[in-house]
């Protein structure tokens, strides 16, 4: 049963919808645009700001997704084919803070090597946000990694997860397993994961 106890000074958000927000996926992703940035960013900074402190850093702006209907880790710069993931704020002063701005990004992608090693539980553990890690990287990275891991990966990143269910009852992302069940390589994964 849902816990419908309140947070305290959180208005009507229960434990359980906070959770969901820290730990469940994002699921209605789109791109930052200039119609969208009231949604998720200060009042005061504008998508042309954006854009500006962006590009002054050499950070393409065109990569930072957003959630518009969570209120809580709703804003990424995700960059699937580097597998280059981080938390945005988007306020002036925090895009800018060299300790946990763009540059602090910069500095951290610089580390991130778990893709390049292929070193999968390592990427999703520590390189991909706990929002991002169902649907925005791993349902379109999973033909890539090796039969025999890709069970486990999707085992230990479930695992991790707090789900909605949906209208039938199920959790998205065990709909999605049962979808992604059709490809022969997920299903030999599975035989020789046991």
């Known amino acids: 049963m849902e816990s419908k106890e309140r947070i305290q000074g959180s208005g009507n958000v229960s434990k359980s919808s906070l959770l969901q927000q820290v730990r469940g996926s994002m699921v209605n992703i789109e791109k930052l645009t200039p119609d969208n940035i009231g949604k998720v960013a200060d009042e005061e900074l ?16 065109d990569k930072v997704i957003v959630d518009p209907t969570r209120f809580i880790y709703n804003v990424y710069y995700a960059d699937y084919e580097n597998g280059i993931y981080f938390d945005v704020h988007l306020t002036e002063h925090l895009l800018l803070d060299k300790h946990g701005g763009i540059a ?16 999968w539980h390592t990427f999703y553990l520590r390189d991909v946000p706990c929002p991002l890690k169902i649907f925005f990287d791993f349902q379109r990275r999973y033909k890539e990694i090796e039969p025999e891991q890709v069970y486990g990966v999707w085992e230990e990143i479930h695992k991790n997860l707090d789900y909605e269910k949906t209208d039938n009852g199920r959790t998205r ?22």
């Open 104 to 119: 602090a990004m910069k500095t951290m992608a610089a580390k991130n090597d778990a893709l390049e090693k292929r070193d």
């Open 173 to 194: 992302c065990w709909t999605m397993f049962l979808l992604m069940l059709r490809s022969p390589k997920i299903c030999r994964s599975m035989r020789t994961a046991g």
């Open 46 to 61: 504008s998508y042309e700001r954006a854009r500006e402190i962006f590009e002054a850093e050499g950070v393409d702006i």
